[in-house]
């Protein structure tokens, strides 16, 4: 269940991020495709990014100089 929300919910982030960028700059032109492209692969990295164990004791245990 919960990665079928996650799905939807970058999808319709992905969606609700693109819409603007179309109503405001318009299709035509490099600064479209270039913020377009940037934007959707932000998104890519999202979904396929695993989430991290982000601790103070994981950290201090993985750490050599400690």
Sequence with gaps: MRKI???VFIALITI???Y?????T???GLS???ALNFLLMACVLVFTEKPAKC???N????????
């Design 16 to 18: 609700a991020l693109v």
């Design 59 to 66: 950290f201090i245990e993985n750490n050599p100089y400690f």
């Design 26 to 28: 318009g299709m035509g």
């Design 5 to 7: 929300f996650s799905v």
């Design 32 to 34: 479209f495709a270039f």
């Design 55 to 57: 601790s103070f004791q």
């Design 20 to 24: 603007p960028r179309i109503h405001y």
